[in-house]
């Protein structure tokens, strides 16, 4: 089709665009947060990198039908869920070691909705040839309603297949290591060796950042 061309090209302006917009705010989000419970400003790496994720995520649903100022309001939202998320799954004491629940989770429930929220008509019927549909800023609600219905269905149908797989691994007490295996680590127990040096600096080492014109902080009248 003549216009699969075009869709294309959309597909890679938007998704770009909610990537980096995803990116920027998660990072500075958990940076402004952080501020604000310990006057520290400082900048996460890895909240940046799966901000980015989460911004991917957001818009997988809906990136031929949106418009690319929609698909920065998409990963900006995505950014604010996925550490809103992750930091919730810290308060309730659930391991999730590489985010990946608040990334593909929160922020695959979000670019559903945001499919609702954002889809141009004339965008829909470029991509699909209908255009009698959309998301609520344009006037629809169809769209929106079938969003939400199909996440509802998607969470059921996952805790319906995985619950009784976990509580099966948890009877036959496979569901996780042995705590000295957690300890050590599973790349020495599983793997042979370990995979990062997670030691810290050396007393030598911290002694001479204090002294040097970066270590003002460790000062009493810092």
Do not use: Q
């Not at 995505?78 to 004491?93: D, F, N, Q, T």
């Not at 309603?145 to 036959?172: H, Q, S």
Request: charged residues 15%; contains cysteine; aromatic residues 10%.
């Amino acid at each position: 089709p003549e216009n699969y061309g075009a869709i294309a090209a959309l597909c890679a302006v938007t998704t770009t665009l909610s990537a980096a917009a995803g990116c920027v705010s998660a990072m500075f989000t958990d940076t402004i947060l952080g501020m604000i419970s310990t006057g520290e400003a400082e900048y996460d790496l890895t909240m940046a990198m799966n901000g980015c994720l989460g911004g991917l995520v957001g818009i997988t649903a809906n990136c031929s039908v949106v418009e690319p100022w929609a698909a920065v309001m998409i990963g900006i939202i995505a950014g604010w869920v996925y550490v809103l998320s992750s930091k919730l799954l810290v308060m309730l004491k659930i391991d999730d070691a590489v985010d990946a629940v608040p990334v593909h989770g929160f922020c695959g429930i979000w670019g559903c909705i945001a499919t609702g929220i954002f889809a141009s008509p004339d965008r829909i019927a470029t991509a699909y040839g209908t255009g009698d549909t959309g998301g609520i800023l344009y006037g629809y609600g169809n769209l929106i309603g079938c969003e939400i219905v199909g996440v509802l269905l998607i969470i059921v149908w996952a805790a319906g297949i995985m619950t009784p797989f976990f509580l099966a691994l948890n009877f036959l007490g496979m569901f996780r290591v042995d705590p000295i295996e957690e300890k050590v680590g599973l790349d020495i127990s599983h793997h042979k060796g370990a995979a990062y040096e997670l030691d810290g600096p050396t007393t030598d080492d911290v002694d001479a950042y204090a002294a040097s014109k970066h270590g003002e902080k460790f000062s009493d009248d810092a």
